[in-house]
Every structure is written in structure tokens, then in C-alpha cells.
């Protein structure tokens, strides 16, 4: 559990932004603070760690809920927010009426009246019903590009013990995946393990890249298909898929393949966007003249009606 810093602050947000905002600012953070990005900087890998961990809290609408009234503490394991806001509510009338008990009588007070019957008093002697459980590891797994997208199962050596994990589709970078009771022992006969909580990071793909669970891609096409048009074969997360270059296509075309971007469960699937990148032949005396006769045509409109 990292604590300290307040975790708006981390991601430079303020208490009432959304959860759109909280991914954005986390996703930018992420970029900049990427050890991979920084090897010469020593705190870049805990500064992006501090910000994994604000992401994960604030991200998740329990837990922001729980770290807004409670703060850190809120996120404890086997933190019971009924009981502490009892014992919030008995500390203020308390306050408000010194030495009043807890039933407006004489000045006895039961802890029962509290916490519960199944609950201990504040000094040790007793402590919540509840199973031990083992302290939680963190761990980091860099995964190619196309595995974020398609998910899959990976196998892991987490201290000295072979650890299956599968991760879904659409994992980002920074994506937190807790897997329960594979972090540290049991502490004791019929207690649980920890849980381990792995921290994804994503390789750069050389030419897709991803905008939320939109993919994007740049194409190259020939000067003959961007002229008179052609069938092109698009890679996508489900295969190739062939796609029509319109006649007369310049770099600046973008065509929108629906429903073949990123695929998360629960969510409408992404789209992929095709930015067509035409590539000029190789410098020749064929090529020179022939680009100079139809320059010679061109040039005149070409930036015509472009004036400040």
C-alpha cells in the first residue's frame, strides 16, 4: 500500500473530475513516467508506480468511493467501513457530550453497542473475527502489442513458484491485474495466501497505435494504387481484412474499418483507423521526367487560394 501523496495530486486532478479525466491524465502520466523512457532517471519508476497506484484507486468507483470518506485507510485489507463509521459517530458524540454513555445514561459504555458482539476492544486484547491473510506482492510483466490487444495466458515465476496468469483482452499500459492468493504465504493453518497484484506494461507496436480502443495505422500504398484505386489487404486483430483504396487518394485519406479495434468484455468493440502513407517511387531519369510532365500541369492549382 503506498501512502503520503494525495493520489487527485498524483494525477494533477481535482476531487470532483470524472472518470474520463482520471484516464486520461493517468494514461498521459504513464507515457512520461514509462521506466523505459527514463533510464537515466532514478525516480521515474517510482514516480510511475505512485501514479499506477492512484489510478487503480481512483479508477475503480468502490474504491475511490472508500478513499474519498476514508482516505488511505479505506483501502486497507479487511477494512470495515460500517464499523469505523460507527466508531466515527461515537467519537462525535462523544465530543459534543463528554462522558455521556453510548445509551444516554450514566457514563457506562459497552464496546458492543459499537462494534458488534463479534468485535474486540480497542487495546488488542480482541481482534475482528475475520481469516488472516498473507501480505500482497506486486509484480510488473512487459507483454507484446498484439497480446494486450488479444489477451491470453502467460506463464510467470513469482517467488521461486510457477504462476499461470491470464490477462483479457484490451489490457493498457499500466493496467493492474490482482490475482487472488498467489502474493505472499498464508500466515498460519487455514488462513489465505495474499494476492498478487501485477502491474501490465505494453510494448510499442511499430505501426499500429492505440487512442482508447481505437487502433490506428499507417498503410503504404503505391502511387499507382493511390491513383487509380485498388483492393489492399488490412492486418486486424481478427485477420486481414481487404480494403478499398478510392481513386485519386492522397496521404491525408483515413478510412474507418468498423468493429475491428480493441474488444473488451462488456463494451462495443473499437475501430481501426487506415491512414494511407503513399510511397514515392525510387528517384530514376523515367521517374524525373514523368513527374516534372505532370508537375507542369499541377503546380499551377495545386496551392491555389492558400493566402493568410
Same mark, same amino acid.
Given at each position: 500500500?503506498?501512502? *503520503?501523496?494525495?493520489?487527485?495530486? %498524483?494525477?494533477?486532478?481535482?476531487?470532483?473530475? &470524472?472518470?474520463?479525466?482520471?484516464?486520461?491524465?493517468?494514461?498521459?502520466?504513464?507515457?512520461?513516467?514509462?521506466?523505459? #523512457?527514463?533510464?537515466?532517471?532514478?525516480?521515474?519508476?517510482?514516480?510511475?508506480?505512485?501514479?499506477?497506484?492512484?489510478?487503480? @484507486?481512483?479508477?475503480?468507483?468502490?474504491?475511490?468511493?472508500?478513499?474519498?470518506?476514508?482516505?488511505?485507510?479505506?483501502?486497507?485489507?479487511?477494512?470495515?467501513?460500517?464499523?469505523?463509521?460507527?466508531?466515527?459517530?461515537?467519537?462525535?458524540?462523544?465530543?459534543?457530550?463528554?462522558?455521556? /454513555?453510548? #445509551?444516554?445514561?450514566? *457514563?457506562?459504555?459497552?464496546?458492543?453497542?459499537?462494534?458488534?458482539?463479534?468485535?474486540?476492544?480497542?487495546?488488542?486484547?480482541?481482534?475482528?473475527?475475520?481469516?488472516?491473510?498473507?501480505?500482497?506482492?506486486?509484480?510488473?510483466?512487459?507483454?507484446?502489442?498484439?497480446?494486450?490487444?488479444?489477451?491470453?495466458?502467460?506463464?510467470?515465476?513469482?517467488? #521461486?513458484?510457477?504462476?499461470?496468469?491470464?490477462?483479457?483482452?484490451?489490457?493498457?499500459?499500466?493496467?493492474?491485474?490482482?490475482?487472488?492468493?498467489?502474493?505472499?504465504?498464508?500466515?498460519?493453518?487455514?488462513?489465505?495466501?495474499?494476492?498478487?497484484?501485477?502491474?501490465?506494461?505494453?510494448?510499442?507496436?511499430?505501426?499500429?497505435?492505440?487512442?482508447?480502443?481505437?487502433?490506428?495505422?499507417?498503410?503504404?500504398?503505391?502511387?499507382?494504387?493511390?491513383?487509380?484505386?485498388?483492393?489492399?489487404?488490412?492486418?486486424?486483430? &481478427?485477420?486481414? @481484412?481487404?480494403?478499398?483504396?478510392?481513386?485519386?487518394?492522397?496521404?491525408?485519406?483515413?478510412?474507418?474499418? #468498423?468493429?475491428? /479495434?480493441?474488444?473488451?468484455?462488456?463494451?462495443?468493440?473499437?475501430?481501426?483507423?487506415?491512414?494511407?502513407?503513399?510511397? %514515392?517511387?525510387?528517384?530514376?531519369?523515367?521517374?524525373?521526367?514523368? %513527374?516534372?510532365?505532370?508537375?507542369?500541369? &499541377?503546380?499551377?492549382?495545386?496551392?491555389?487560394?492558400?493566402?493568410?
Amino acid at each position: 500500500m503506498m501512502a *503520503g501523496k494525495d493520489l487527485y495530486s %498524483v494525477l494533477g486532478l481535482s476531487r470532483d473530475a &470524472d472518470s474520463d479525466a482520471i484516464r486520461k491524465a493517468f494514461r498521459k502520466l504513464a507515457k512520461e513516467l514509462h521506466p523505459d #523512457r527514463n533510464p537515466n532517471n532514478p525516480k521515474a519508476e517510482a514516480s510511475f508506480k505512485q501514479a499506477s497506484h492512484a489510478y487503480d @484507486v481512483l479508477g475503480d468507483p468502490k474504491k475511490r468511493k472508500l478513499y474519498d470518506e476514508f482516505g488511505e485507510d479505506g483501502l486497507r485489507d479487511g477494512f470495515d467501513p460500517e464499523q469505523h463509521r460507527r466508531h466515527r459517530e461515537w467519537a462525535q458524540r462523544q465530543q459534543r457530550h463528554p462522558g455521556q /454513555g453510548s #445509551r444516554g445514561g450514566g *457514563g457506562h459504555f459497552n464496546i458492543e453497542d459499537l462494534f458488534g458482539s463479534d468485535s474486540f476492544d480497542i487495546f488488542g486484547s480482541k481482534a475482528k473475527r475475520r481469516p488472516a491473510k498473507g501480505h500482497d506482492l506486486e509484480s510488473e510483466l512487459t507483454i507484446d502489442f498484439a497480446d494486450a490487444i488479444r489477451g491470453g495466458v502467460f506463464n510467470l515465476t513469482i517467488e #521461486r513458484k510457477p504462476v499461470q496468469i491470464r490477462i483479457p483482452p484490451g489490457a493498457e499500459e499500466g493496467s493492474r491485474l490482482r490475482i487472488p492468493e498467489h502474493g505472499g504465504p498464508a500466515p498460519s493453518a487455514g488462513s489465505l495466501a495474499g494476492d498478487l497484484v501485477l502491474v501490465i506494461h505494453v510494448k510499442p507496436h511499430p505501426h499500429f497505435r492505440r487512442e482508447g480502443d481505437d487502433l490506428h495505422l499507417n498503410l503504404p500504398v503505391s502511387l499507382a494504387e493511390a491513383y487509380h484505386g485498388a483492393k489492399v489487404r488490412v492486418p486486424t486483430v &481478427d485477420g486481414a @481484412v481487404t480494403l478499398k483504396v478510392p481513386r485519386a487518394t492522397s496521404s491525408a485519406t483515413v478510412v474507418r474499418v #468498423r468493429g475491428k /479495434g480493441v474488444a473488451r468484455k462488456g463494451k462495443e468493440p473499437g475501430d481501426v483507423y487506415v491512414h494511407f502513407m503513399i510511397q %514515392v517511387p525510387k528517384e530514376s531519369p523515367e521517374v524525373t521526367k514523368l %513527374v516534372d510532365a505532370i508537375s507542369a500541369q &499541377d503546380d499551377r492549382d495545386l496551392r491555389q487560394g492558400i493566402e493568410l
